[in-house]
């Protein structure tokens, strides 16, 4: 239920509707007005918000300072505690991460031969993937090709996009396709099998596929499934906190910290694939998140350390749509697809302000703009500003029980606190989303360090300084499969008997001494803390 | 879970504002209107378990819970449910239930499938415990009615929704493991049921074949300028 001076508000918008259905599509920006925009209102603009850092392979390149406090830190356990020459398994190939991209390279490890082991932070699954509601794309239409699939990424990446890695993206896109499809994936299809595909912001074709709104859901569930009907070990609760490296630098494994019993533990591997996801729960410039309970950017920590180089860390993803009402749910996603099936984005006064499907970085700058510049935004009780989404016009476009049929999980979630967006609009403003840049990896998700690799959020390239909807789910699954293969055929030419510790910590911390960074700042954070200060402790395991 | 020592003045807050919840038996006073996720924590415990997407799709928060006016047991999800003054509160993070290993390419999507992998199933004596339960609102009971019946289409299409939170499985007297049910459904239903897309085989079969090796060689050697031109002035949009 809306309070009285939100209603209002609503009335104009209801007021407006019968125009804006009349005024079509409204016309997209051109190169110049978006970068005007992009400059002005995008959070990453925001020359304060980032600092150059002071050690390691990036020395010298801006990020967030969130960021920068995590790569800028201390180990949270003292090294001299875990016993690397004792490890506790063994193995050709360590998995670490349990969201889509660590689970498909832990079974495409295992198909090519490999002894494998997955750990994760939290359980098998709970993951960014299975939240991911929209879709997935690929370029397996007709009137469609891997090569305006290309130009589509590397225009929503500013250009700027390693173009190998964007090669491989659309090129082994239809064949991730076709492996969720035998897998037993359920897409959204016609009667004879044909692929229902739509936009999203930033495609020239329609290529998103989706199964239903619980796209990601759908495909981390299945590769679950699998992965556990073929007996793969798997830990959870076991948090990656450093890597292990040989006498050449190479890297050897990991120590781990067991949440629930405070055990500290090595694994000794040959390959190492780090899949740990993005950093949405460091809460960048104070944005609420869309992201996972772990999404707190440990894999750069883990990778930074032992020397792997970082790439594009000055740019992050705010999602224009995220929930600003009710504030139960702040922060969490309106998926693009809302706007995909024509919602109107709109202003207090009940007027569009611009085109819903540009990419997401003008959109979101676009509704910063109209809430803080022009000052066209709804408040709500608490003092949030946002714009609406007017989905009661999905109804009206596509017919009546459309919103319920498309978007089951939205409508579900907003119904829980009393607001039906088939016959009311939802208020949006923009939330922390996405990591677009990560560890630099090449086409087989090799890093900067030797036999180690990283997959998915944690990885970066692919998408230049800004991803497309559709294509994350989409690369997870291209590069977890490409490491994984590639980490077990590697794993068969090592063999595991050279010295393995933590050298590489030695000539960071080093370097974290000449920094004169206080030595309180630890990392990685493993949860973020949402305990009141007051009752405020820290980990059983870390030292003080 | 970790939790620090509680304070005495935690039960002060007093007004309107604030309501009290029972976690393992202790009283809290926290801010109405929060979910129960967020008042836990407010109260100052540490999810290690019990927490997953918060934001109602990874199942990871189901708790179940009742009030001081009724007998009744109530679940929800813990990151979706706001508190009530006098909520008790349990975290059933993690619920012990059987999943069969198989491989899907192997089984046939025939009529008996379901009932062979999980015989329990013949054991459902329509109670609706497990529709009662689902904070999906699905109809738990119906899917497995038609799983009994041997009907995988409609057991995926009624599951969908499904979380795999396992407040179902903690309620059924017959010991059924719903969501691996309708998980398996799904996965028989897409692999083997679903009609495959015949443009994804083609487009297979064209990158096989290296058909769109010289344009993305093109492309990819492409400067900034020239992709930026082909992107603002070449690129046409299907239309919605
Ligand atoms: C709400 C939401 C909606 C989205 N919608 C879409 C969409 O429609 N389409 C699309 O393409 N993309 C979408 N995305 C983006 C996409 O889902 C994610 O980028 C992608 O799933 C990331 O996959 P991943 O495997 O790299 O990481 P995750 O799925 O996040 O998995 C990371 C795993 O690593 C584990 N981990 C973290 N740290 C450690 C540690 N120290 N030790 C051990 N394990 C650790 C975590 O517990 C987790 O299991 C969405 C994201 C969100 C949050
Ligand atoms: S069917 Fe069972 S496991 Fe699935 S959401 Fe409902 S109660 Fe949870
Ligand atoms: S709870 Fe168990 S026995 Fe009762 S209806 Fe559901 S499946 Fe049948
Ligand atoms: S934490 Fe994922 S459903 Fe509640």
Not at chain 1, 345 to 353: E, I, K, P, Q, S
Not at chain 1, 507 to 529: C, G, H, M, T, Y
Not at chain 2, 27 to 54: N, S, W
């Amino acid at each position: 239920m809306y309070p009285e001076s939100m209603q209002e508000s609503i009335r104009r918008l209801e007021a407006t509707r019968e125009e804006r259905i009349k005024q079509g599509k409204i016309p997209l920006l051109d190169a110049e007005a978006k970068k005007a925009l992009l400059k002005s209102f995008h959070p990453d603009y925001i020359e304060t918000s980032m600092r150059a850092l002071a050690v390691g392979p990036n020395k010298g390149e801006r990020t967030p300072h969130e960021i920068a406090d995590c790569l800028e830190a201390w180990p949270i356990v003292d090294p001299k505690r875990f016993d690397p020459d004792n490890p506790k398994f063994t193995v050709d190939v360590l998995v670490i991460g349990g969201g889509g991209a660590g689970v498909a390279a832990a079974l495409m490890a295992q198909e090519h031969g490999a002894s494998v082991i997955l750990t994760t932070k939290l359980r098998l699954g709970d993951a960014n993937t299975m939240m991911a509601q929209g879709g997935i794309q690929a370029a397996d239409k007709e009137n469609d090709s891997p090569e305006r699939h290309y130009l589509d990424v590397l225009g929503g990446g500013h250009f700027k996009n390693i173009p190998e890695l964007a090669r491989a993206l659309v090129t082994d896109a239809p064949g991730v396709i076709a492996w969720l499809e035998e897998l037993g994936v359920m897409f959204d299809k016609t009667q004879d099998g044909t692929m229902i595909t739509i936009h999203g912001g930033g495609t020239s074709r329609k290529r998103m596929h989706a199964c239903r709104d619980y796209t990601g859901a759908e495909i981390m569930r299945t590769l679950r499934d699998e992965f556990k009907s073929r007996g793969i070990p798997a830990l959870e609760f076991c948090a990656a906190v450093e890597l292990l490296t040989d006498d050449e630098g190479a890297c050897a494994g990991a120590a781990f910290v067991n949440l629930d019993t405070n055990e500290l533990f090595t694994i000794r591997a040959k390959t190492t694939i780090l899949a740990t996801g993005g950093c949405g729960r460091l809460h960048i410039q104070g944005f609420p998140c869309t992201n996972h309970y772990g999404a707190t950017a440990d894999g750069l920590v883990l990778a930074y350390r032992a020397g792997a180089k970082l790439i594009f860390m000055d740019t992050i993803q705010y999602h224009p749509t995220g929930v600003a009402y009710p504030e139960q749910i702040v922060g969490q996603l309106i998926t693009e697809k809302v706007r995909g099936l024509g919602a109107h984005l709109v202003n207090a006064f009940g007027n569009r302000f611009i085109y819903e499907l540009e990419s997401r970085d003008i959109t979101a700058s676009a509704i910063i703009r109209e809430c803080t510049e022009r000052k066209n935004g709804v408040v709500t009780p608490t003092g949030r500003v946002g714009v609406w989404l007017d989905t009661p016009l999905i109804e009206l476009l596509k017919g009546e029980g459309a919103v319920k049929k498309n978007l089951p999980a939205m409508y579900h979630q907003f119904a829980r606190f009393g607001i039906y967006m088939d016959k009311e609009p939802i208020l949006t403003y923009p939330t922390q989303h996405y990591q677009n840049g990560g560890i630099l990896i090449n086409e087989v998700g090799e890093t900067g360090v030797k036999n180690l690799y990283a997959a998915g959020e944690v990885a970066g390239g692919i998408h230049g300084r800004n991803r497309l909807m559709g294509n994350s789910l989409l690369d997870i699954l291209v590069f977890g499969r490409r490491a994984g293969r590639s980490a077990a055929e590697k794993a068969q030419m090592l063999s595991v008997d050279k010295g393995a510790g933590f050298k590489h910590l030695i000539k960071f911390q080093a370097e974290l001494r000449a920094a004169k960074v206080p030595k309180e700042r630890r990392s990685p954070i493993l949860l973020p803390e949402y305990r009141r200060p007051e009752l405020q402790t820290p980990f059983a395991f870390v030292n003080r | 879970m970790a939790r620090k020592k509680r304070k005495s003045e935690e039960l002060s807050p007093s007004g309107n504002n604030f309501v009290t919840i029972y976690v393992m038996g202790e009283a809290y006073r926290v801010p109405k209107d929060l979910t129960i996720m967020k008042a836990m924590e407010y109260a100052g415990y540490r999810f290690i378990r019990g927490c997953g997407c918060r934001g109602g799709f990874c199942g990871a928060c189901g708790t179940v819970y009742r009030t001081r006016d009724s007998y009744k047991l109530k679940v929800g999800l813990a990151c979706q449910t706001v508190v009530e003054d006098g909520m008790y509160l349990t975290q059933i993070p993690f619920y012990p239930a059987n999943k069969k290993d198989y491989d899907i390419k192997e089984l046939q999507a025939d009529t008996q499938v379901l009932v062979k992998l999980y015989p329990e199933l013949m054991r459902c004596i329509a109670c609706n415990s497990c529709t009662k339960i689902c904070p999906q609102d699905i109809d738990v009971m119906g899917y497995i009615q038609a799983a009994i019946r041997g009907d995988i289409a409609k057991v995926a299409d009624m599951s969908f929704d499904c979380i795999m939170c396992g407040l179902c499985a903690s309620r059924c007297p017959a010991e059924i493991v719903h969501y691996n049910v309708g998980l398996l459904a799904r996965r028989l239903y897409g692999a083997k049921i679903a009609p495959r897309a015949q443009h994804l085989a083609q487009r297979l079969e064209e990158i096989k074949a290296g058909r769109f090796e010289p344009g993305l060689d093109r492309l990819t050697k492409m400067s900034e300028a020239e992709l930026s031109r082909l992107y603002y002035e070449e690129r046409d949009i299907e239309p919605e």
